[in-house]
């Protein structure tokens, strides 16, 4: 039986990097696989994963569903629900490389599809909030089946491992991706398990954290209203959400959106010109239940972009570096030695200060 | 002695090391840990970056790192010398009770915090560039000394310097001190008295990076210690 939030607790860590081309040019995967390599000391083998986007040109226009079975009954379950909310254009397993590293492993689905568009004319909302809501559903009110990606010509690979073993696993030296997210997990209050390691993701956000939410139930009592459901046992999920809700429904930019999660004092509010203390206080004072407190270092990957975010007292590490066209970020300088040896620019952000990476001219 | 440190774990490398006395050279570190954890006589030269927590508890070794350093370098040393040409992590000096950091650069979130002395215990940290917020939180002795040549005034501090600080010194080479400092810390600007206090250090850090002493004494100090007339109860609860 799966102990829950509280009911287990294990001694602290957790690394994350990232990496992406301003430029959108392509990166394989086994890159942020060895910036993982030398953080080897920050996670303890209960869960590694990445996020890889512009993955899957092929089918750029679809909807890949990455899904976790407990037993071909769950899988048969959940196709019929897919099966009459999308058209899946194609289906299969995840091909993976067997080793001795990782087991226990479920049944690891992948899904190209597109919603059906008929329920979706019925439905009467947006593309991306119908596809979100079957996912929520699906994870919510499905046992033993675990929607862990869901966005467009982007991937989630993750697993309880250490995370170069997991990227042996997922075999990520065949994917190529313009941008690139890693997590090295060592939880601390929640067990470790498939659907508890990073990324976490909603279609096309996802998140890696290191670090630790004391603010998780007020964060997760809020965004449950708006129709979320945290299933994961695991507090970083919850920031995947806010980041959806505030980009996505509520229109925010990511600075604002930052502003709000990593929220500055108000003692340093105070000192701001009139018209930034106005609109800081306004978020503040509207958003109070999505400030996350508490140690965190957050890499958000979305469709064209990453950000990088500390908690505003900056405990934990975070380092970010550019050289050409490429943009990195790891929780130790270490990590981006490996992937760039020699940088243009190596800095630490302040707490609560976001640093944003896009692609120049956008989403092709 | 050389060591090439290239895919080599940190605790392997450790064990190498420990044994050891002299000169030591390592090469192509790149996050190692623990680097010179309780060593002494032995001095170390790293090129490339070593892991966190280098130089923890040191009792007498030198260490020079030919580049940057990660987090939680010379976490609760006790006597020694570590040398750092380029800049630091977060929390450099943690909890140092003796010995001497040099930064060439920029330190991160955390120096000194909760650095202390004891009797001639003094420890010593500089820092020849800027420094991120909580500089010196609950410092509770030793002396930190910031210098930020190549920044303006302004820079060379961040947020909630001295928070928590009940012990020790704080010299901030700054014509002006621009950052907020709470009322349990006093600040003056630094006397003579207070310069001959630094001024070997000051000279010991010029020579090993190569800076010109004049240029270090063409501002002023301003020195922060706490405010023994405000101390810190009734901060949280009446007691």
């Known amino acids: 039986m799966l ?54 040109p092929e089918f750029k226009d679809l909807y890949a569903l990455h899904i976790f079975y407990d037993n071909t009954a769950c899988r ?10 999308f058209e899946i254009e194609k289906q299969s397993e995840i091909p993976v490389r067997e080793t001795p590293k990782i087991t226990n492993q479920p049944l690891i689905w992948r899904y190209f599809a597109a919603p059906n568009q008929e329920r979706l004319k019925e439905s009467q909302l947006d593309e991306k909030e119908y596809v979100a809501r ?26 309880v491992g250490f995370p170069e073993d997991v990227g042996e696993f997922y075999r990520l030296e065949e994917y190529e991706g313009y941008s690139w997210t890693a997590h090295g997990r060592y939880p601390t209050n929640t067990p470790g398990w498939w659907g508890g390691a990073h990324p976490f993701a909603l279609l096309d956000y996802s998140i890696v954290h290191n670090g630790e939410i004391s603010s998780y139930d007020a964060n997760r009592r809020f965004i449950e209203m708006f129709g979320y459901a945290c299933t994961l046992k695991t507090d970083t999920e919850v920031i995947t959400y806010i980041f959806d809700y505030l980009l996505r429904k509520q229109g925010m930019t990511l600075e604002e959106a930052a502003s709000v999660i990593a929220a500055p004092f108000w003692s340093v509010i105070d000192t701001m010109p009139p018209a930034e203390k106005q609109k800081m206080s306004f978020l503040r004072n509207t958003f109070g239940s999505l400030l996350v407190t508490g140690p965190f270092s957050i890499l958000l990957g979305y469709e064209g972009g990453l950000l990088a975010l500390n908690d505003r007292l900056k405990l934990r590490s975070m380092v970010c570096a550019e050289k050409d066209d490429m943009t990195y970020f790891a929780s130790e300088e270490c990590a981006i030695r490996v992937m760039e040896p020699n940088p243009t620019r190596i800095w630490a952000p302040s707490g609560g200060e976001a640093v944003i990476a896009n692609l120049e001219g956008g989403v092709n | 002695m050389k060591i090439d440190c290239t895919d080599k774990k940190y605790d392997i490398l450790n064990r190498e090391i420990s044994p050891l006395e002299g000169e030591i050279v390592l090469d192509n570190c790149c996050g190692q840990r623990f680097i010179g954890a309780g060593a002494s006589k032995k001095a170390i030269t790293i090129n490339g970056v070593p892991g966190n927590a280098l130089g923890c508890y040191l009792d007498g070794a030198d260490i020079v790192v030919k580049g940057n350093a990660q987090d939680a370098t010379g976490d609760t040393m006790n006597d020694g010398k570590i040398v750092i040409h380029g800049s630091c992590g977060d929390a450099v000096g943690y909890a140092m009770r003796g010995g001497k950091i040099f930064v060439r650069g920029d330190v991160g979130y955390r120096a000194g915090i909760h650095m202390k002395e004891y009797g001639s215990k003094i420890p010593v940290l500089v820092i020849g560039g800027k420094c991120g917020s909580f500089l010196g939180e609950y410092q509770a002795g030793g002396l930190i000394i910031a210098l930020g040549l190549g920044y303006d005034d302004k820079d060379v501090l961040d947020s909630f310097c001295a928070t928590g600080m009940h012990g020790g010194k704080i010299f901030i080479r700054t014509n002006e001190l621009n950052a907020k400092i709470t009322p349990q810390i006093c600040v003056r600007t630094a006397t003579d008295e207070d310069i001959a206090q630094i001024a070997p250090y000051i000279k010991e850090f010029c020579e090993c990076f190569g800076i010109s002493e004049t240029e270090v004494y063409s501002k002023q100090f301003q020195v922060l210690w706490p405010n023994s007339a405000n101390p810190y109860k009734q901060l949280y609860v009446m007691n």
Do not use: Q, W
């Open chain 1, 3 to 56: 102990k829950k939030e509280g009911e287990i607790r294990i001694p602290s860590g957790c690394a994350i990097s990232g990496l992406i081309s301003k430029k959108g040019n392509k990166t394989c995967g086994d890159k942020i696989v060895k910036s993982m390599t030398v953080m080897h000391e920050r996670s303890n083998g209960l869960g590694g994963g990445f996020a890889g986007y512009g993955i899957y």
């Open chain 1, 134 to 159: 079957i996912v929520i559903k699906i994870n919510k009110e499905l046992d033993g089946c675990y929607v862990f990606s869901s966005g467009k010509n982007m991937g989630v690979f993750k697993a």
């Open chain 1, 76 to 85: 048969h379950e959940c196709e019929k629900l897919i099966g009459e909310a």
